[in-house]
């Protein structure tokens, strides 16, 4: 088992980080997108609680 931490300092630094999303869809489509261009990401997983938030998130990223 490996144990991963992540010392996050500041908005830019959460922003930037490929372990959060948050903001509005635009925001969170183009880090999606940037993440996928950069880190070669091309799964995430959304707790239960969020699918219906992530939802226009997966509409809009649908076919790309």
């Known amino acids: 088992i490996r144990t991963f931490a992540i010392l996050v300092t500041g908005e830019v630094a959460l922003r930037e980080s490929p372990f959060l999303?948050?903001?509005p869809v635009d925001a969170v489509v183009d880090?999606?997108?940037?993440?996928?261009?950069?880190?070669?990401?091309?799964?995430?997983?959304?707790?239960?609680?969020?699918?219906?938030?992530?939802?226009?998130?997966?509409?809009?990223?649908?076919?790309?």
């Open 21 to 23: 999303l948050a903001g």
């Open 31 to 64: 880090a999606l997108e940037a993440r996928r261009a950069r880190y070669g990401i091309s799964y995430v997983v959304v707790f239960q609680q969020f699918m219906d938030a992530f939802a226009p998130v997966v509409a809009r990223l649908s076919g790309r």
